[in-house]
């Protein structure tokens, strides 16, 4: 466990060397809420970005309740992991039903078990709201936190169970936000996985394992699947592209785009074949053949402009265009 000089030394190296983020500037649970689910899988600096379309697009829960899903994938377009969009949509219509009816009235709950019972919210990010926007003292736990920990205590893969109870002991309860802000800013910025900052740390003097901090923890194994698939795209004769939105479950649900297909197709004599498109999810290593429909049947396609499209669709939409125009 810190001791209390370790708890005030890392407040005050947080209230002094923070980085200077919007969310942070801000009371509004909503749009704490909307950056803590933007950034459980997006790197800060793509996250400023998405959290500031999202705010601009639906800056209360009342706007995003109201708006269909397909403009709340447009607006997350590019953040990827589009469930998280599509949770978010499901919060806000959840939030929005009267008490009566298992809703919240309107008002996005404050205490950590009502926010885990939303749609889309884990332990984490129920946690996090609930001290950072209702100054609730809870403690919550991530990858920095369980760094900090596995380091400052010297273990290579502690559980989960631990880690909480850790992270329980350490809570500053009277600035709950602020201590757990401090934690996951010490993980990311100095207690990093490699180049270990130790010489500028606030709690060194404790820590069991900063003679060889990059031993703890043991990295975690992930297993990568390799998926070949083709891309069947077609242009309509306005110039568009055909498409096609997809079940609102799945790989890339409820977005908009070309019909794929497992496997490598062999195209036939109405088809081109453009090339390949590489793409790596976190858990896929994915390679796409693209396939171009020689002619143009379908009087009208989708402008890409208006639909929401991931990140993959783009580079096969490119890969298509390039090719039909270098054909014209």
Same mark, same amino acid.
């Given at each position: ?17 923070? &980085? ?23 790197q800060v600096s793509r996250g400023l970005v998405y959290w500031t379309r999202m705010v601009e697009a639906f800056p209360t829960v009342v706007s995003m309740a109201k708006a269909p899903v397909d403009a709340v994938l447009k607006a997350w ?16 219509? &959840? ?43 809870? !403690? ?6 369980? &760094? ?82 083709? !891309? ?85 939409? !490119?890969?298509?265009?390039?090719? !039909?125009?270098?054909?014209?």
């Amino acid at each position: 466990m810190l001791s209390s000089e370790d708890q005030h030394a890392l407040l005050n190296w947080y209230d002094q060397h923070q &980085r200077d983020l919007p969310w942070r500037h801000t009371r509004n649970p909503w749009h704490i809420l909307l950056s803590e689910i933007l950034l459980q899988q997006t790197q800060v600096s793509r996250g400023l970005v998405y959290w500031t379309r999202m705010v601009e697009a639906f800056p209360t829960v009342v706007s995003m309740a109201k708006a269909p899903v397909d403009a709340v994938l447009k607006a997350w377009e590019g953040a990827g992991y589009y469930s998280r969009a599509r949770r978010l949509h499901a919060l806000s219509q &959840r939030v929005m039903l009267p008490s009566h009816e298992g809703g919240f009235d309107g008002e996005l709950p404050s205490t950590y078990d009502e926010l885990l019972s939303l749609p889309g919210i884990g332990p984490y990010t129920a946690a996090a709201v609930a001290s950072i926007a209702f100054g609730q003292p809870v !403690a919550c736990v991530d990858g920095n936190i369980r &760094r900090v920990m596995a380091r400052t205590t010297a273990q290579l893969e502690p559980s989960a169970s631990a880690v909480q109870a850790w992270a329980n002991g350490v809570l500053v309860g009277e600035r709950a936000g602020d201590w757990n802000q401090a934690l996951m800013e010490l993980g990311a910025t100095v207690c990093t996985p490699k180049r270990v900052k130790c010489e500028v740390c606030p709690i060194s003097r404790g820590c069991a394992g900063k003679d060889e901090p990059e031993a703890y923890p043991l990295p975690k194994r992930q297993r990568v699947k390799e998926v070949v698939l083709t !891309a069947w795209v077609e242009l309509a004769q306005d110039g568009t592209l055909v498409l096609t939105q997809r079940p609102m479950n799945g790989l890339f649900a409820g977005l908009w785009g070309p019909i794929y297909r497992d496997g490598v197709a062999v195209p036939d004599s109405d088809h081109v074949h453009c090339g390949t498109v590489k793409h790596a999810l976190s858990h896929r290593k994915m390679t796409v053949h693209v396939v171009l429909l020689a002619g143009r049947n379908e009087p009208l396609g989708v402008d890409v402009n208006e639909v929401a499209i991931s990140t993959l669709d783009e580079k096969v939409i !490119a890969l298509a265009n390039e090719h !039909a125009q270098a054909s014209e």
